[in-house]
Structures are given as structure tokens and as C-alpha cells.
Nanobody, 121 residues
Framework: QVQLVESGGGLVQAGGSLRLSCAAS????????LGWYRQAPGKQRELVAK???????NYADSAKGRFTISRDNAKNTVYLQMNSPKPEDTGVYYC???????????????WGQGTQVTVSS
């Protein structure tokens, strides 16, 4: 069974910094695209950033210039460095992964359980 386990959430002051981590465990062939999504209270889940296995990145406009997504393929881990967070960045952050369980099977999508990030003003 594949699991995504997030860590690093918590309370941070606006203008500070925070780093989220998400580690994949279990039996799988390869991690493909990895991403971070955010869900604020009363709002839909939205993409924050994503990264391909080769390292190409894509960011939401709200995250550009402040957040950095990275990955360590040897550790099966994806990170989100949050610099200068704002109160509007508050929400539950979910790790997302497209995983190949077997080279002959299609990719499958997995989600972490979420980690709360609260940015105080």
C-alpha cells in the first residue's frame, strides 16, 4: 500500500518561512509528477505547485516568487519551501502524487492526509 505522509505544517507569522515535506512509502515502481495543493476554509482545493520527475515546475500565480517546490528522487520526497507567507496562504496543504506501481500499469493518483498551515498577520 502506497502512503504519502506530509510534515512541516504549523503556525507561522506572515513574512516568515516554513518548509513542508511529503514522503512516499510502500511498494511502487516510480514516482512521476508530484504536487502541493491547498484548501482554505469554505473553498475548493487548488494547485499551489507541481514538479515533474525531471524537475520542471509549475506554480499558481499566488505562489510565484515566494514558494519553491523541489524533490529528492532518491528519498521519494517532495518539498514546498514557503517564504514570505501571507495570511491568505492559510489552509490545509495536501501532497499529490502520480505513481507508477508497475511499468506496465497506468499511473495512479494518490493524496496525502493533509497538513494545516496557519499564517498569522
Amino acid at each position: 500500500q502506497v502512503q504519502l505522509v506530509e510534515s512541516g505544517g504549523g503556525l507561522v507569522q506572515a513574512g516568515g518561512s516554513l518548509r513542508l515535506s511529503c514522503a512516499a512509502s510502500g511498494r511502487f515502481f516510480r514516482l512521476n509528477d508530484l504536487g502541493w495543493y491547498r484548501q482554505a476554509p469554505g473553498k475548493q482545493r487548488e494547485l499551489v505547485a507541481k514538479i515533474t520527475r525531471e524537475g520542471s515546475t509549475n506554480y499558481a500565480d499566488s505562489a510565484k516568487g515566494r514558494f519553491t517546490i523541489s524533490r529528492d528522487n532518491a528519498k521519494n520526497t517532495v518539498y514546498l519551501q514557503m517564504n514570505s507567507p501571507k495570511p491568505e496562504d492559510t489552509g490545509v496543504y495536501y501532497c499529490n502524487a502520480w505513481i507508477s506501481l508497475h511499468p506496465l500499469r497506468p499511473l495512479e493518483e494518490y493524496w496525502g492526509q493533509g497538513t494545516q498551515v496557519t499564517v498569522s498577520s
